[in-house]
T-cell receptor
Framework: AQSVTQPDIHITVSEGASLELRCNYSYGATPYLFWYVQSPGQGLQLLLKYFSGDTLVQGIKGFEAEFKRSQSSFNLRKPSVHWSDAAEYFC?????????????FGKGTLLTVNP | DTGVSQNPRHKITKRGQNVTFRCDPISEHNRLYWYRQTLGQGPEFLTY????????KSRLLSDRFSAERPKGSFSTLEIQRTEQGDSAMYLC?????????FGSGTRLTVV
């Protein structure tokens, strides 16, 4: 069965510092890959996605992620964090092909931003 | 396009009571999903509809849970005889293919 690992439960960075959130997956096929952000008590907002093609993908709010097939990773990066980026971040994978695009999520990484 | 709407936003119920949640998806989307998110966890897949047909159910969806999507429009998720372990955020999402739009969720607290 597919699985997603986000090794860091909680990360604290200073405003203006760079950020990298890690995501590793275990999947038997070429996956679709996603990063979502969730503010407290809210639903999930899509930051970016990878379906195919260029392995470096750009998303909203200045985020980017790189798909590395050899490492089964899809790490999220931002060069300069803003206080408003404080939230919980979820990596998710879905099976490409077929009609059911159900997602498997990691447990999330909580980001705290210090002023 | 007003997004995916979920009602109610919050529900507190006594153990043993039945509860029903509603999800109104984006009208053009033919796929609808329910996920459950407990504290400190990522969302977990519960069930999936394509139009009005329920095509997949997770083993997480016990016999006390039932979901419907009449006429392929809105969907309801009912939990019968609620237990404290049912306390969670229930998220609905709709999609055309792989790109989801999530609702804000219904937070259920069973006391």
């Amino acid at each position: 069965a597919q699985s997603v690992t986000q090794p860091d439960i909680h990360i604290t960075v200073s405003e203006g510092a760079s950020l990298e959130l890690r995501c590793n997956y275990s999947y038997g096929a070429t996956p679709y890959l996603f990063w979502y952000v969730q503010s407290p008590g809210q639903g999930l907002q899509l930051l970016l996605k990878y379906f195919s093609g260029d392995t470096l993908v750009q998303g909203i709010k200045g985020f980017e992620a790189e798909f590395k097939r050899s490492q089964s990773s899809f790490n999220l990066r931002k060069p300069s964090v803003h206080w408003s980026d404080a939230a919980e971040y979820f990596c998710a994978v879905g099976l490409s092909g077929g009609s059911n695009y159900k997602l498997t999520f990691g447990k999330g990484t909580l980001l705290t931003v210090n002023p | 396009d007003t997004g995916v709407s979920q009602n109610p936003r919050h529900k507190i119920t006594k153990r043993g009571q039945n509860v029903t949640f509603r999800c109104d998806p984006i009208s053009e989307h033919n796929r609808l999903y329910w996920y459950r998110q407990t504290l400190g966890q990522g969302p977990e897949f519960l069930t999936y509809f394509q139009n009005e047909a329920q095509l997949e159910k997770s083993r997480l969806l016990s016999d006390r849970f039932s979901a419907e999507r009449p006429k392929g429009s809105f969907s309801t998720l009912e939990i019968q005889r609620t237990e404290q372990g049912d306390s969670a955020m229930y998220l609905c999402a709709s999609s055309l293919e792989a790109l989801y739009t999530f609702g804000s969720g219904t937070r259920l607290t069973v006391v």
